[in-house]
């Protein structure tokens, strides 16, 4: 049976959803080309910074002359600061295209997804000659924000073996990874496709990822987020609810004529503790330890001379693999109509804001076995696996059925004043990547 990512059964965009109208289409492929002389532009949605106007958006052309460093520095230099994060920020396009143009230059087919304006998407496909498995590589294209960033926060330089700069390790160093390692691998005779996927929206509401898997599949895939070259095998799931407490408002001189909110958050408080301790006094999961809950929000009252007729607060709750939302959901809501039933007056609303599952892979996929084979190869030893507290955009993949494996530099500084990648890390994330291509889509 052909694989997902074969031309019998690769699915093809849906050209009313994506379709930008300055694409241009090669009708002979099954997957939407850009044309380097008329690939897609974005239109009044980024400012094309200094910076990248001094890398004079160099891509290079040779497999033999690929440096995953120097292209490292060149991507840091382009701003793509998320402008969910901050009003007004650059965004993704301005990267976006000079992925692009890169791919297209090594000869990958190349789609742009925009179905939000302005947050586009990049995927590049290059053919296998059929009956191979199909490996999707993702890493995601905008970072955090840079108004606290101590030094150049586009400079891309180079000290001490170490590149400095926004989204050096989070995570333009997978980009540059992936990058490298697939433009090495398209030359190879390889039976199985080569699906890369380069996102928006990472770092807010993953609306890249969840736009890639619409239209896109394979076998499998490596999320490239920072791991220090270890084999993230896991990570826990979040959900998000808005807890509304309804009272009753009178005079602050007679507050027995009136019931307070703010009083029964302070119940719901009590409430929320305990469950944190079950929680922590239950079976803990051997990479991810155990589940979480906390209150991250709160506001209430009119005045200081008002009874508070209402009170909000904003839950989140860590969930462990196979904890879904509906059971955490379902747990919220036995506990506050505990409340209910033995507070007079306790009357509550739970909303459910968001929510994404946990990850774990399986421990025999062959994607983690042709991973850890070459990680081991190129570092002389096996790489330990590791359990990771926060989320993923690999909590997408593998609820769209692909087995998955999240794998990265080595690096600091994720969301801080100064962040930075080992060099030497990047290059070994290259190698073992290409390596896995190879023997994955032979």
């Given amino acids: 049976m052909r694989s997902p990512g074969s031309p019998e059964s690769a699915p093809r965009p849906r050209e009313a959803a994506f379709v930008h109208p300055s694409w241009c289409w090669s009708r002979s492929s099954l997957y939407p080309c850009l044309s380097l002389s008329s690939v897609w532009r974005p239109r009044n949605k980024c400012r094309v910074s200094r910076a990248s ?20 520095q060149q991507l840091v230099r382009i701003d793509s600061v998320n402008p969910d994060l901050v009003p007004g920020a650059a965004g993704e396009g301005e990267l976006a295209l000079w992925c692009a143009d890169w791919l297209l230059s090594r000869g990958f087919a190349v789609s742009v997804l925009e179905h939000t304006l302005g947050r586009p998407s990049v995927v590049g496909v290059k053919r296998g000659t059929g009956g ?73 509401g993953s609306l890249g990822t969840e736009e890639v898997l619409r239209t896109y599949r394979a076998d499998a895939a490596i999320i490239v987020e920072p791991s220090g070259l270890e084999l993230t095998t896991a990570h826990r799931g979040f959900a998000w609810f808005e807890l509304t407490l309804t009272g009753l408002a009178a005079h602050g001189s007679q507050p027995g004529l009136g019931v307070d909110a703010i009083a029964h958050a302070g119940l719901a408080l009590q409430a929320l503790d305990a469950l944190r301790e079950r929680l922590e006094s239950g079976p803990a999961h051997p990479t991810l330890g155990y589940g979480a809950v906390r209150v991250s929000m709160i506001s209430g009252g009119d005045d200081a ?25 379902a747990e919220l809501r036995e506990l506050f109509t505990d409340l209910a039933g033995r507070v007079s007056g306790f009357r509550f609303d739970l909303t459910r804001l968001v929510a994404r599952g946990a990850f774990e892979a399986e421990v025999e996929c062959p994607i983690l076995r042709a991973l850890t084979q070459n990680a081991t190869r190129t570092l002389g030893r096996e790489p330990a696996t590791r359990g990771e507290p926060f989320w993923t955009d690999a909590g997408l993949v593998l609820e769209a059925g692909i087995p998955c494996v999240v794998f990265g530099a080595t690096g600091d500084g994720l969301h801080a004043d100064t962040e930075w990648v080992d060099a030497a890390s990047v290059v070994d994330l290259a190698d073992i990547l290409e390596g896995t291509i190879a023997d994955f889509c032979r």
């Fill in 53 to 72: 106007r001094a890398i004079g958006w160099s891509v290079p052309t040779s497999p033999s002359d690929l440096d995953p460093i120097a292209l490292l």
């Fill in 132 to 204: 191979g498995r199909s490996i999707m590589l993702n890493a995601h294209l905008d970072t955090v924000g840079v108004a606290t960033y101590d030094g150049d926060p586009f400079g891309g330089e180079l000290v001490d073996g170490r590149v400095f700069g926004r989204g050096a390790i989070d995570t333009k160093s997978g980009l540059a990874g992936i990058l490298v390692a697939a433009a090495r691998a398209s030359v190879l005779p390889l039976a199985g496709d080569i699906v890369v996927t380069l996102v928006a929206d990472e770092e807010f």
């Fill in 305 to 329: 001379a008002t009874v508070a007729a209402s009170c909000v607060l904003t839950l989140e709750r860590r969930m462990l693999p196979g904890e879904s939302p509906n059971d955490v959901e």
